[in-house]
């Protein structure tokens, strides 16, 4: 008798942060993709993931949205381009639970965000000081 030497698949490479996950890392992050981009609810996207024959809930896609939008950002984050030092702040007020507060950005010489700092004061000095401090 011939021995035969069987070779197992090697497991497939997994994003840790993808551990103990029902669904596939890619449907987790086409659905948070499709979220940021396009800002359709919840329940659409359970619609068109039932296109594609994907059968998942509302509420997972939220949860999805809530643990992993953090985590791309800081991984984004890191191959942002730098700021180089011609960048203006802009100043825009806005209602939080029905009392006033301001949002303040960093705007490059392109128009591109590059920062913001939403406060409840209006200090202009100390988001131009964060933003110093960020944007270099």
Request: glycine content about 8%; some cysteine; charged content about 30%.
């Amino acid at each position: 008798m011939h021995s035969r030497v069987v070779h197992m698949p090697k497991a497939q490479e997994r994003d840790p942060i993808y551990r103990h996950r029902r669904f596939p890392a890619e449907v987790i992050e086409t659905c948070v993709r499709w979220y940021i981009t396009y800002r359709l609810s919840y329940r659409d996207m359970v619609a068109m993931m039932a296109e594609r024959g994907v059968t998942v809930s509302h509420t997972s896609i939220m949860r999805w949205v809530l643990r992993y939008v953090p985590e791309y950002e800081a991984r984004w984050g890191r191959y942002a381009r730098p700021v180089h030092g011609s960048w203006r702040m802009d100043e825009t007020a806005v209602r939080v639970r029905g009392g006033n507060h301001y949002l303040y950005r960093a705007v490059d010489k392109h128009g591109k965000s590059v920062d913001s700092v939403l406060r409840a004061g209006r200090d202009k000095g100390g988001c131009a000081g964060v933003f110093r401090a960020r944007c270099g």
